[in-house]
DNA sequence: CGTGTGATTGATCGAGCTCAAGCTCGGTGG
DNA sequence: CCACCGAGCTTGAGCTCGATCAATCACACG
């Protein structure tokens, strides 16, 4: 049951639930729904737009020389995320189907943030945090086996999500993983099966799984190498 | 002939020599100088320090679980990065024998940004900065070959250098770029051979290397991409 | 009930990790 | 002066992993 006139206000709420940065400006805040794939709206004004992602999740790719996507950025609920008119050759896309954002005017937070210290304070806490999501994407990228991308991707994605039950509900699809960790769709499904099969997670759904070994998750993929050894050793 | 006294008014100059941002703060700026491998003092100021790269290279590195190094940030000269006490993993270090900072603590420069809007706004375009250059580390992270993520680390690294003459000078050693691309060292000697005997780029010194075809550089390091082209576009 | 999108599995092959061995070069002690 | 090191760089051989091509399966939708 969804309320259809008040639907704006629902969200509203959610918004104001809890404490972040920006709260103050949620009065002159604008509620911004985007289907799948839909581009997120840069809006005429001058500098763009903030937006706070409040359901969903959306995505900052670019086009590499040779046609294959990269996703640079993974917003979650919460996450803050400047899109502006000079954005290049980046595109800034909902990937869940009922994606809902609050939409700030850069010009207007900018304006406000010169006379209000807080403010300020707060636009550099939410650089700080994308610079952060950033590096841990690169961290991520960094592995070398593509079972450690695939489990310290989920491992991030759980640990940003504020999942109450066990599960982790990934808003993706295996080709937006794919992209994310630039390897190849089959290998991150192989990734999944593996971890499965070995019991470090559990699939609930296609895009709902349960972790079931942290520890093995954060650790080594590497086991092969013991057989190895003990081959060289023998021979 | 280096003057001993008068070495920090060698480098004050030189940091003065072009406009940059904190500029005005250039008065109080302390010249720090660091050895190979020695790690950027944080300084006892709340809040870390700001530096400013005048000679050298710097390295923001993380270890990963297994062991492994990864280098998160590469900083080049007129680069401005953060060193906060609460880094946490990260460790901060020199690569090159002779680097030379500016240093200005943080609180000053947050203390003085409050008073002062175009401050603010510098501070926030070298925060932009620093996170373009963890996009651009990602963007080379996201190559498939490894001919392909030394080509455009070498493309980044030449645009990042005002070099006039064609040649560019590499100030990492060969275990860095492995650790900034997460490849192994013989992977990257083999792709710089590879470059190399196809005429792409030459060796001038074994750190020193010049950029023959930029286009070669950006583009291939694929060539099996014909028939899928072809495939895409009859589609 | 076809159609399309997403997910999975199999087979093949080349790229890159690993181990191993040399190489270059600058410094250091005899 | 030379011998000897050690750090950095390079090359080779073998083997694993993942990209690629190909085929199915699951499922929602018109």
Redesign the pocket.
């Known amino acids: 049951m969804k309320p259809r006139d008040h639907a704006a206000d629902h969200y509203r709420r959610m918004l104001s639930a809890e404490r972040h940065p920006l709260e103050r400006l949620d009065g002159s805040a604008a509620i911004v729904k985007c289907a799948r794939n839909q581009e997120i709206p840069t809006g005429e004004a001058r500098g763009g737009h903030w937006y706070c992602l409040i359901t969903g999740a959306v995505r900052r790719s670019a086009i590499r020389h040779g046609g294959r996507r990269q996703i640079v950025e993974l917003m979650l609920p919460r996450d803050f995320f400047l899109v502006s008119e000079t954005q290049g050759e980046e595109t800034v896309e909902a990937i869940a189907e009922h994606t809902v954002l609050a939409s700030y005017p850069c010009a207007r937070v900018e304006l406000l943030a010169e006379q209000d210290r807080q403010l300020a304070q707060e636009l550099r806490e939410i650089a700080s945090q994308s610079l952060a999501r950033t590096r841990d994407q690169l961290m991520i990228l960094g592995g ?5 991308k695939v489990g310290s991707f989920l491992l991030s994605l759980d640990e940003r999500t504020s999942s109450e039950s066990g599960r982790l509900d990934l808003a993706l ?3 937006d993983i794919a992209e994310y960790l ?12 593996d971890l499965q099969q070995r019991g470090i997670i559990a ?1 609930v759904g ?2 709902t799984i349960k972790i079931l070994d942290r520890g093995a998750l954060e650790h080594r993929a ?1 086991k ?2 013991n057989a ?1 050894r003990k081959r ?1 050793i023998a021979a």
Do not use: G, P, W
């Open positions: 070398i086996t593509a079972v450690e699809t295996r080709y630039a390897v190849s769709v089959e290998t991150v499904c192989r990734a999944i099966t699939l296609t895009r590497r092969k190498m190895n060289l």
